[in-house]
C-alpha cells in the first residue's frame, strides 16, 4: 500500500479552521464534519485526526498521527519532546501577567510568594525560577480571568490575544512572558516514506505561507523613470519590465511584501507610475 501522512488537527476552537484553511490552500481537498474523528484528503495521501489541542502532542509523539497543529503554548505546556517543523503564524497569543486594581506592579519580583491562577503551571515555573521568583501556581483549567475576584488567586497569568476579556474583568495586564502562534510538530522518528511526504507537504505550505503576505504590483512607468522605480522596489531579480506601444512607457511587474506596499505605492505614484494594479498572490517560491 502506498504511505500515507496523518495530521492531527484541533477538532474545534480557535486553531480548527486555520488549520484546515491552511492545507485547503495547499492544494489539498477533504471533506471535514465537526462530528466525524477521522477524513482522509483527495489530492495529497494525508489523514486527518480532529482531537482535542490539548492531546495533539501525546498523540503525535505516539505515532497516532505523524504530525499535527498546536499551539505553542500547549506544546510548551505539554513537555513532550517534538520536532517543530514550522511556526505557522497564526492564532498569536501571549502569555501575561494580568493584576487587579491597586496592584503595585513593579516586575515580576512584585509576584514574589502570591498566588498566580493559570493554565500553564509548566510554563509559569520554568520561566518565574529562571527570573529567580518564586509563586505559588493555581492550576485552573478555564475561566482564569474570575479567579481573583473570587478570592483564590492575587494575579493571574493568561493567554491574551485582544486584551478585552482582562479589561472586561477588571484587571490590567501588566507584563508579557512568553509569545505563541501555531506550530506545525513532527514525530521524532518518522521513517523516511512518510519524511519524504512531510518534505512535499512543507514545499507547499511554504509556498502559501510566502506568498500571503506578499502582493504582486503592475503599473505603467515613463521609461527614463525606470531606475528610480527600481530603487523604491529594491530587491534583486525584479521588476520584470515589459514595452508598451507607447515607446516612451514601460509595464513594470513586481512583488512587494505587505508592509512595504503602501510606501512603495506612495513613491511610485511620486515618480509618475499610472494604473497601479495590486493582487493578491496565490502560491509563490523564492
Ligand atoms: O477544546 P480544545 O481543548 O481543543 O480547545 P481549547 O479550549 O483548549 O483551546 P482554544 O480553541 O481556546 O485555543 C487554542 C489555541 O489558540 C490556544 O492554545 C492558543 O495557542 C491559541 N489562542 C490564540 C488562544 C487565544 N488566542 C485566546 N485569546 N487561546 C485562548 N484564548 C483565550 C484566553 O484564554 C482568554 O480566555 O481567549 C481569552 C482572551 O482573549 P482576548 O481576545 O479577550 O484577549
Ligand atoms: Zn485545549
Known sequence: MDERLSIAVQKSGRLSEKSLELIRSCGIDFYADSRVLKASASGFPLDFLFVRDDDI????????????????????ERGIELDIVRDLKFASCRLSVAVPKGFEYKGLSSLEGKKIATSYPNIMKKIFSSRGVN????????SVEVTVDIGIADAILDIVSTGTTLKMNG??????????????????????????????????????????????????LPKPRLEDAAAIIGGMKSPTVTPLLDKDWVS??????????????????AIGAEGILVMDIEKMTE
Not at 521513517?191 to 505603467?220: C, G, P, Q, T, W
Open 57 to 76: 502532542p501525546k498523540y503525535v509523539s505516539e505515532g497516532i498521527a505523524d504530525i499535527g497543529i498546536v499551539g505553542r503554548n500547549e506544546y510548551d
Open 135 to 142: 509563586a505559588e501556581p493555581v492550576v485552573v483549567s478555564g
Open 171 to 220: 484587571l490590567e495586564e501588566v507584563e508579557t512572558i512568553y509569545r505563541s502562534s501555531a506550530i506545525l510538530v513532527a514525530t521524532k522518528d518518522m521513517k523516511s516514506e512518510k519524511k519524504d511526504l512531510l518534505f512535499h507537504l512543507l514545499e507547499r505550505i511554504d509556498a502559501v505561507m510566502l506568498a500571503r503576505h506578499k502582493k504582486y504590483v503592475l503599473f505603467n
Open 252 to 269: 513594470v511587474q513586481t512583488v512587494v511584501s505587505e508592509e512595504r506596499f503602501w510606501a512603495v505605492f506612495e513613491n511610485l505614484k
